[in-house]
């Protein structure tokens, strides 16, 4: 019996596909530093890679972890934590502590994220992010137009 055998490959896992999307590139891999032997994720990728396809992409994988997350905790509990997590932001933002602000920003984005999969309505917030965006690029528009005609 051959005790070297590699593990049969099922799935990209997240080492794998930050190797792939660094194109294999050892120089800069938080993972290298951790080795004691010479890598051998560049086969394993190709492996991968000739068995899978491409790894899925990095976002939507976010895209199904937060739909997990809320779909585990239930929409209401994390309703409740995105009212909590709003106002942590709010004293952030008054306080001015950059680093914290943004690690709750980013908390409030993962919340809403799993709430608008959750409810299907991705689309529809798409379309309204574009319609609140061109309405507010009219209105700078409209304030730089008048502000030249009067000279300013």
């Known amino acids: 019996m051959n005790e070297n055998k590699s593990p049969e490959l099922v799935r990209w896992t997240n080492a794998s596909t930050y190797c792939f999307e660094r194109d294999c590139k050892c120089e800069g891999c938080i993972y290298k530093e951790n ?4 890598c051998e994720m560049k086969n394993t990728v190709l492996n991968l ?12 994988r976010l895209k199904k972890k937060q739909l ?3 779909t585990h905790y239930g929409l209401e509990a994390q309703k409740l934590r995105l009212i909590k997590k709003t106002k942590d932001l709010r004293l952030e933002i008054l ?3 950059l680093s914290e602000l943004f690690n709750i ?11 608008i999969l959750y409810d ?6 798409k379309e309204i992010q574009s319609t609140r965006i061109e309405r ?13 005609k009067e000279g300013l």
Do not use: M
């Open 105 to 115: 920003y980013a908390d409030v984005l993962n919340i809403l994220g799993g709430i």
């Open 120 to 125: 299907d309505i991705e689309a529809q917030i």
């Open 35 to 38: 080795l004691e032997t010479k």
């Open 68 to 70: 997990f997350i809320t």
């Open 49 to 60: 890679f000739s068995k899978f396809g491409k790894p899925e992409d990095k976002y939507e």
């Open 95 to 97: 306080r001015g502590d």
């Open 136 to 148: 507010e690029v009219n209105l700078v528009h409209q304030k730089n137009f008048k502000l030249r």
